[in-house]
C-alpha cells in the first residue's frame, strides 16, 4: 500500500502542492478591523420582520435553483437592463472561479498588481497562468506596461477591481476604457467597493460586450449572506450559467437578500456613515508622523509606516484587541504597510487611539 505522501505526489496537481491555503484570521474577541466589512447592524424592527419570514422557509426543500426572484430584486434595486444577463454566485470569489474555469486550456488571466489575491489564487488553483502586470507608483495604471502585457500574452480575462483592493483607489476611466478597446479577451470590472465609490461601468456594459462588471453585497453589509453577481452580454452570461452550481445560492440567502434589499435605504445610509467615518480617520491619520495614508474610495484605508515595523504594530494591536491586516512583503506596495477596515465611529477611535500610543 502506498504512503499517503506518494497518493499525494501522484495524484495532486503540482501547482496545488505548492499553494498556501487563504488565510483567514482568527478574530474571536477582537474589534474585526480586518476584513472590510460593515460593522452596523439592522435597526430592532427590521431584525424581527426578517426573523419571522425566516421562521417560513422549508430547510428540507432545495433553494429555487436559479434564485428568479433574487434576480429580479438585483435588476431593480441596482437598475441592471432587461438586456443584459445575470449570473448568480456563492461570494463573487465563486465568480472569479466560473469565469476561470469557462475559459480554454492555454490562455491566461491578467491583473494589476497588487489587486485582490483571489485572482491569482484562483488561476493558480485551476492550473491557469496568472499575469500580472504592476501599477505605477501613485497606484495608477501603468498603461504602456499594460498595453504592452495585453499585446504579449493575449489574456483571456483581465480583472480590475475598482476601486482597487488593496491601494484604495479609483483607476482613470480613460484607461480603464482603452483596456477594455485594446483587449481580445473579456474584461471583469470588479466592483466590490462600488457603494463607497459612487461610480460604476454598469452603464457601459450594453457599449462594450467584451465587458462584464462584477459586484458582491458582502461589503454593502451582507457578508455573512455569500452573494456575488456578474453583469454582460447574455450570449456571455449563458456560458457562465451553464457550468454554475445549481443550488449555489442557499434559501437563507435568496429570502434575506431579497428582504434586504427592500430596504437598500438602510444599507444605502449605513455605506454613506462608512465614508464619513473614513475621511474622518483620514484626516486623522494624516496628521501623525512616521506614515503615509493613501486616498481612499473604498471603506478601507492603506497606510505605509515610515519608520516603525507593520509586524510589530500588527501584533501590539492585535494585543490590545484590535484586528486589522498586516499586508505582505513583495505585493508590489511600499515597504511596512497596514490596512484598516474602516468600523463604527467608536472602534475607529478605539483603533486610532491605541494606534498613535503604539507608533514609534
Ligand atoms: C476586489 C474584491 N473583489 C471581490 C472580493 C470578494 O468578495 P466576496 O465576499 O463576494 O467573495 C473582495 C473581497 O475582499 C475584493 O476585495
Known amino acids: 500500500m502506498s504512503s499517503i505522501i506518494e497518493k499525494i505526489e ?47 422557509v422549508e430547510p428540507n426543500r432545495y433553494p429555487d435553483s436559479t434564485a428568479k426572484k433574487l434576480v429580479q430584486c438585483l435588476r431593480s434595486c441596482f437598475g441592471i437592463s432587461s438586456d443584459l444577463g445575470v449570473v448568480l454566485g456563492n461570494g463573487s470569489d465563486e465568480l472569479i472561479q466560473i469565469l476561470i474555469m469557462a475559459m480554454k486550456e492555454g490562455t491566461c488571466v491578467m491583473a494589476p498588481t497588487p489587486s485582490f489575491v ?18 505605477s507608483e501613485d497606484f495608477s495604471l501603468d498603461m504602456p506596461a499594460m498595453l504592452e502585457a495585453i499585446k504579449t500574452h493575449d489574456p483571456a480575462i483581465i ?11 479609483l483607476f482613470e476611466d480613460d ?13 471583469v470590472i470588479d466592483e466590490a467597493y462600488q457603494p463607497f465609490a459612487d461610480k460604476t461601468f454598469l452603464d457601459k456594459a450594453q457599449d462594450f460586450e467584451q465587458l462584464l462588471v462584477m ?23 449563458e456560458q457562465f450559467e451553464k457550468i454554475r452550481l445549481p443550488y449555489n445560492i442557499n434559501t437563507f440567502t435568496q ?58 504594530v500588527f501584533e ?30 467608536a472602534e475607529n477611535e478605539r483603533f486610532f487611539d491605541t494606534f498613535k500610543s503604539i507608533l514609534k
Open 159 to 169: 480583472f480590475l477591481a475598482y476601486p482597487n483592493n488593496p491601494t484604495a483607489n
Open 175 to 187: 484607461d480603464v476604457l482603452e483596456i477594455i478597446r485594446a483587449s481580445n479577451g473579456v474584461v
Open 10 to 56: 501522484r495524484l495532486i496537481r503540482p501547482e496545488i502542492k505548492e499553494m498556501q491555503a487563504y488565510n483567514v484570521s482568527e478574530a474571536t474577541g477582537l474589534v474585526k478591523l480586518d476584513a472590510m466589512e460593515n460593522p452596523f447592524t439592522w435597526p430592532e424592527q427590521m431584525k424581527s420582520q426578517w426573523l419571522e419570514l425566516l421562521a417560513q
Open 255 to 312: 429570502l434575506t437578500a431579497n428582504f434586504a434589499f427592500q430596504h437598500i435605504d438602510v444599507l444605502n445610509a449605513q455605506a454613506k456613515l462608512i465614508c464619513e467615518e473614513r475621511e474622518i480617520l483620514f484626516k486623522k491619520l494624516s496628521v501623525l508622523e512616521g506614515l503615509q495614508v493613501f486616498p481612499s474610495k473604498a471603506n478601507f484605508l492603506l497606510f505605509s509606516l515610515w519608520s516603525d515595523s507593520a509586524q510589530r
Open 215 to 237: 459586484r458582491t453585497v458582502s461589503k454593502l453589509g451582507l457578508a455573512g449572506l455569500r452573494l456575488g453577481y456578474l453583469v454582460g452580454h447574455r450570449s456571455l452570461i
Open 118 to 135: 483571489m485572482y491569482e489564487h484562483i488561476a493558480n488553483a485551476l492550473g491557469v497562468k496568472f499575469v500580472g502586470s504592476p501599477l
Open 316 to 345: 501590539e494591536l492585535k494585543k490590545a484587541g484590535i484586528l486589522i491586516k498586516k499586508m505582505g512583503e513583495g505585493q508590489g506596495l511600499p515597504p511596512e504597510c497596514l490596512r484598516v477596515t474602516i468600523g463604527s465611529s
